[in-house]
DNA sequence: TGCAATGATTGCTATTAGGCAATGATGGGT
DNA sequence: ACCCATCATTGCCTAATAGCAATCATTGCA
């Protein structure tokens, strides 16, 4: 009732840059949710995301994984047991700390994530595919630089959760 | 270094497209993430999306709420209890069929899901607002066609999913 | 060496999620 | 009027998520 949205209860519809936005980011969201149900049964959205930060971390110890994923130190050791056991990633004791442990993805958690991305970007691809050679240049131009200024944004907030 | 990313196991850093392409996808899931920590306690991921896919919607019966997110009946009808024991729907029967039932956004769900919106709009527009204004407008014209054409393309696949 | 702090795991519990099967209620078609 | 299909709910089950508290091992420091 903010304004005459028949089949949506949208509050930002009376500021078209605010519509392009949020447009963006739920077609990302769509994106990422459509290649998430085409992975492997058993990966649940929790397990990816543990897969993509744990993609980004490199190889971390559990307290650290815990803290980036924000959960409590327990339950990222019961995520770590099903993850090991679906052989998506591997733990060992550290090399260097006996008390820490070395949570690393495995070759088949590689894969998974990367078919994941792969899924998607098939997807955004196509989406790219459907402008025209000048203005797909265009379009992937301002994406890079939206990504790269989002990404610097999260860099200087210092938020560990999602890098 | 093009492909010089020690920290990732990135596939696709060697096309900068799909570098870019995914860049923006993560972003967009970062911010999402980030807004969706920020609701009231107690309302999971899963909830978030039934809220947002009711949004889309308008009102429907559990039937094609299910179908939309893709879960059993059974499932949906539970998933449905909660939401409405947190006041965040509401579901009396359908005033055309009696054996229906109607499903809807309560207002206090509809505010719940202009929050996350407003949260996720604030760090958009503070990315789109590094920018100086000549490039700032380049950004969203393409961000804006970027995301029609998405929602093209998910229409034109008939995925009743994200809509 | 002794002790406190740190890191990880485990026992326990509660909640959520998800499905299968059965049941009840209702509407449409013959 | 009768039967069947559809819609929703409920009982029952399994698994995943998540935290608290306790425990054990290990490290660093006094």
Known sequence: MTSGNADSDDPTDDDPTDAALLAVARAMMAVSLRAAVTLPAGISPIQL????????????????????LGMSPS????????????????????????R???????GEGTRL???????????LRAVLDSFGPRRRQEVLGALRDFGAAARAADIAAGDPRVR
Do not use: F, I, M
């Not at 994530?113 to 997807?123: F, T």
């Open 49 to 68: 995301r543990a897969l993509t930060v744990l993609s980004g971390l490199g190889q971390t110890n559990l307290a650290d994984l815990g803290a980036a």
């Open 75 to 98: 339950s990222t050791s019961r995520l770590c047991d099903r993850l090991v056991a679906g052989g998506l990633v591997e733990r060992r004791t550290s090399p260097h700390t006996r």
């Open 100 to 106: 820490e442990v070395a949570v690393r993805l495995s």
């Open 113 to 123: 994530l990367a078919g994941y991305d792969g899924h998607r970007l098939a997807e």
